[in-house]
């Protein structure tokens, strides 16, 4: 049964950081790939980043890009998305999902095979 958790949501001023953490159990991950997503209220979710486990080209949303940084912790099978320079626009619940085929799009929810519960990121102005 896989299970990713994410953690790390919270209340930061604009400018700040958050680092939000997904943790993943129940299956080797190392040929998945892990995606970022958010949503905002009233829009569909939307991709922030992208990479595979077993590393390589870690893929971001243009929004996001130079100030998101995904990082992989393989001791703890945990990946991290460390959001730096926050705006209010980046006010959305986060989730990390898995993506098991190797040649779907990362950038589609609709090809993930797992989600997380969602974490709330709230950047105030």
């Known amino acids: 049964q896989v299970q990713l958790v994410e953690s790390g949501g919270g209340l930061v001023q604009a400018g700040g950081s958050l680092r939000l953490s997904c943790a993943a159990s129940?299956?080797?991950?190392?040929?998945?790939?892990i995606g970022w997503f958010r949503q905002a209220p009233g829009k569909e979710r939307e991709f922030v980043a992208a990479n595979r486990w077993s590393g390589g080209t870690t893929y971001y949303a243009d929004s996001v890009k130079g100030r998101f940084t995904v990082s992989t912790d393989n001791a703890k099978n945990t990946v991290y998305l460390q959001m730096n320079s926050l705006k209010p626009e980046d006010t959305a619940v986060y989730y990390c999902?898995?993506?098991?085929?190797?040649?779907?799009?990362?950038?589609?929810?609709?090809?993930?095979?797992?989600w997380g519960q969602g974490t709330q990121v709230t950047v105030s102005s």
């Open positions: 999902a898995a993506k098991t085929r190797a040649y779907s799009s990362g950038y589609y929810p609709n090809n993930y095979d797992y």
């Open positions: 129940g299956r080797t991950f190392s040929s998945y790939t």
